[in-house]
């Protein structure tokens, strides 16, 4: 009786141990290496700033258009902080209200630039998107 009780234990235990080994790995957080101070936010956000700049003067706006579009833009990255702070909001709320504010988005760019300016300026945004995104990584090869 003692050996059949010390032989279910340790088939347990070798049992337990094999099926640890094929826990799936933990995928890591994504974090940055080193967080931004206030000299490289402030860096960056000039660059942002430049490169809209020459995105808009590409497409042949005015110095007035230009800076309609900045102010718009400033303020549509306002509503949108807001949105995400919202508690009192479900998450598809939010996605909802976010899809209304892009809208009204695009419509203020197209009142402000014209339908043909305004399309230039949202493939140029997509674009330079394009350019600054990383692809994402290849798919884990299964096991």
């Known amino acids: 009786m003692k050996k059949t009780i010390l032989i279910l234990l340790t088939t347990g235990l070798f049992a337990f141990a094999a099926n640890a080994q094929d ?39 005015t110095d007035d258009q230009v800076q309609k579009v900045k102010d718009a833009l400033e303020d549509s990255h306002k509503k949108h902080e807001e949105l995400k702070k ?7 709320d939010k996605k909802a209200k976010g899809k209304e504010m892009m809208e009204a ?11 043909d300016k305004a399309k230039l300026f949202a493939e140029s945004q ?15 090869p299964a096991p």
């Open 126 to 140: 997509k674009a330079m998107m394009k350019k600054m995104m990383p692809p994402p990584p290849p798919p884990a």
């Open 105 to 115: 988005q695009k419509a203020k760019l197209k009142e402000i630039l014209g339908e």
């Open 23 to 61: 826990a799936p790995p933990t995928v890591p957080q994504k974090q940055d290496p080193l967080p931004m101070g206030k000299e490289d936010r402030a860096k960056k956000k000039a660059e942002r700033e430049a490169q809209l700049t020459k995105s808009l003067k590409d497409i042949g706006a």
């Open 86 to 92: 919202d508690a009192s909001l479900s998450e598809d």
